[in-house]
């Protein structure tokens, strides 16, 4: 056995005190660089929701302003002028005359043409295969930015109701890229 100094054993102490504090310390940084890591990925995640709504503000308004200067709109359906209030339960609600807002063909065309920027969605709509329902070409009318009041009150246009979520995606993505 032999014997160690004093010293040395103190040294090898103080050695590896100095390297639990380096690991501690490395290990200490490891945990504030991931705290600051994900403090840094909430704050982008609040900035993109923030962006998001703001984004959706400004479609809203840009398409409640356009209703609001069409004389054939009323004011109690200016909440259908926004990509979040018309969907396809609530055009089966318009068209059926169960919303309180009742609109006439001339509204309805007015909503409609606020609503995709009187644009034509045609390639969009057709690139997201619109016209593949059982009411085929049919379902190209709603993407056209110019829709009668017929589309809506004609049972044959029925099976695009359930295509409303891909149209609505082309019209915002027109108005997104507009604004």
Do not use: W
């Not at 295969?129 to 190209?140: D, V």
């Amino acid at each position: 056995m032999s014997s160690k100094s004093p010293h040395a054993l103190l040294a090898l102490l103080l050695c590896f005190f100095c390297y639990k504090m380096f690991i501690g310390t490395e290990e200490m940084g490891r945990l504030q660089s991931k705290a600051i890591v994900s403090s840094s990925i909430e704050i982008m995640h609040a900035e993109r929701m923030n962006a998001e709504k703001l984004l959706q503000h400004k479609l809203d308004n840009a398409t409640k302003a356009c209703c609001r200067k069409l004389p054939s709109i009323p004011t109690n359906c200016y909440d259908y002028c926004s990509f979040d209030a018309l969907n396809t339960t609530s055009i089966v609600s318009l068209a059926m005359n169960y919303s309180p807002c009742h609109l006439t063909r001339d509204s309805i065309s007015a909503i409609m043409s606020c609503m995709t920027f009187n644009h034509d969605h045609t390639s969009c709509c057709e690139e997201l295969n619109i016209h593949k329902t059982e009411a085929g070409q049919k379902c190209i009318d709603f993407c056209k930015g110019n829709l009668e009041f017929g589309p809506l009150m004609d049972v044959t246009y029925f099976p695009c109701l359930e295509m409303m979520e891909q149209i609505m995606f082309c019209y915002k993505k027109h108005a997104i890229e507009t604004l």
